[in-house]
């Protein structure tokens, strides 16, 4: 069972559009994780956000946790060929368990 | 490398045979955890390792889902009498400290082809 939800499951744009990702959930995190995962690869850490409402900046992408904690987005400003890949949201609950979402996957057409 | 390893990093097996799988995670990192990925989905949290503790166990899929990490160091999975349902990538990751905020460090996986 999935606890976090990702929106939307596929998205392909031109180089240089902007787009946002979304991850939502009916339960609180203790703090939350964006990865990028590519094919044949495990994920690789983009950021962690801890405080309801930070937001966080990554060059082009920006992150942001939802003052209540049970949502985040991710935005990509003039995405580019090298941003394609699986993007992954990861939230952690209780001491132990980090549950990751359903992913998006991006796809930047040149 | 210093990375996390996983080996085989491709298996196939047939119906109701046993398979193990192998982690070594990056040498001073506490925490392992094992999840399980289907293609285009997210990765499933199977158990976790705290040293040679195993902390959670529940998510395990069934009784034929087993893991240790006997010294702390490695790790490994097991899944006895495989179905074809037990095919998937099988990721394990690790981690240094003691909270779940810090980063994950994936291997490249451990794919199982189950016919």
């Known amino acids: 069972t999935q606890l976090l939800e990702q929106s939307p499951q596929f998205l392909s744009i031109q180089e240089g559009e902007n787009l946002t990702v979304y991850c939502n959930s009916s339960?609180?995190?203790?703090?939350l994780q964006w990865y990028r995962q590519e094919p044949g690869e495990g994920p690789v850490l983009l950021v962690t956000v801890v405080t309801g409402g930070e937001v966080k900046k990554l060059k082009r992408l920006t992150f942001q946790f939802g003052d209540a904690r049970k949502d985040s987005s991710l935005h990509i400003t003039a995405a580019q060929p090298g941003d394609t890949g699986l993007y992954l949201c990861a939230g952690a609950t209780g001491a132990n368990n980090l549950f990751f979402g359903t992913g998006t996957r991006l796809t930047v057409i040149p | 490398d210093t990375g996390v390893s996983q080996d085989p990093r491709h298996k196939i097996t047939k119906r109701g045979q046993n398979v193990t799988f192998r982690c070594d995670p990056i040498?001073?990192?506490?925490?392992l955890y094992w999840y399980r990925q289907t293609l285009g989905q997210g990765p499933e949290f199977l158990t976790y390792?705290?040293?040679?503790?195993?902390?959670?166990k529940s998510r395990l899929l069934s009784d034929r889902f087993s893991a240790e990490r006997p010294k702390g160091s490695f790790s490994t999975l097991e899944i006895q009498r495989t179905e074809q349902g037990d095919s998937a990538m099988y990721l394990c990751?690790?981690?240094?400290?003691?909270?779940?905020?810090?980063?994950?460090?994936f291997g490249e996986g451990s794919r199982l082809t189950v016919l």
């Open positions: 040498s001073e990192h506490n925490r």
């Open positions: 339960s609180v995190f203790s703090s």
């Open positions: 390792f705290q040293n040679e503790a195993q902390l959670e």
């Open positions: 990751a690790s981690s240094l400290g003691f909270a779940n905020t810090g980063e994950l460090f």
